[in-house]
């Protein structure tokens, strides 16, 4: 496990990220509004990885999937696998510790729209490839959407035409495996692309490797 370097939450490399956050503040000057760290044990041998934090969750809290709906779902995933002591993530001082688990997302600001480009996308992907490198020998990552499923293969290294992204695909790793999942935003579950037994169907995966 190698040692990650450390986060930077003043970090201003995309230009258009960077304005656009200026502007949210303006807007909204109670939101954290800024880069959004990883949340979780630090050893965590579970990291789920999302795609860039939401104008009202994680970026209004500072805390991975936490604020919104998008979010809602996941913790009680978390929870319900024992990887989180509580069902619902409040805000990022209400004391809340993950088990075993680590949340980050590909992109760490918000993009407009909710759609970083590209090169935002390869610019953020140094600080996911120093989690993934600090991940303990026998992980499991859950790559929350095709961008996150992407984000990952590119941060280890690997050819994106080897590992396709599809809803309970699992792909070896040299030190683990990746589970890809449907991403748990309001539009897919609201249209049943992905349902609570889907999801959790995935998570109970997960557990079942990690306990192996």
Request: proline share 7%; glycine share 8%; with cysteine.
């Amino acid at each position: 496990m190698a040692a990650t370097r450390a986060f930077d939450p003043h970090c201003r490399r995309c230009p258009r990220l960077a304005s656009h956050l200026e502007e949210v503040r303006r807007c909204y000057p109670d939101y954290h509004a800024r880069p959004v760290p990883a949340f979780g044990a630090p050893a965590a041998r579970l990291l789920v990885v999302g795609l860039a934090p939401g104008l009202h969750g994680a970026n209004a809290s500072g805390r991975p999937f936490t604020g919104d709906q998008a979010g809602a779902l996941l913790f009680e995933t978390l929870h319900r696998f024992g990887f989180s002591p509580a069902a619902a993530s409040r805000h990022a001082g209400d004391g809340l510790q993950l088990s075993d688990c680590r949340i980050t997302n590909a992109v760490k600001c918000l993009p407009p729209q909710n759609k970083p480009v590209a090169a935002e996308i390869n610019t953020c992907n140094n600080w996911l490839s120093e989690e993934l490198n600090a991940l303990p020998d026998n992980f499991v990552i859950i790559a929350l959407g095709s961008i996150a499923h992407k984000a990952v293969v590119m941060g280890c290294g690997l050819k994106q035409s080897d590992y396709k992204f599809g809803h309970g695909a699992e792909h070896q790793l040299d030190r683990g495996v990746l589970i890809d999942s449907y991403h748990c935003s309001r539009y897919n579950t609201q249209t049943r692309r992905l349902t609570t037994p889907m999801f959790e169907a995935v998570f109970e995966r997960a557990k079942n490797l990690l306990d192996f």
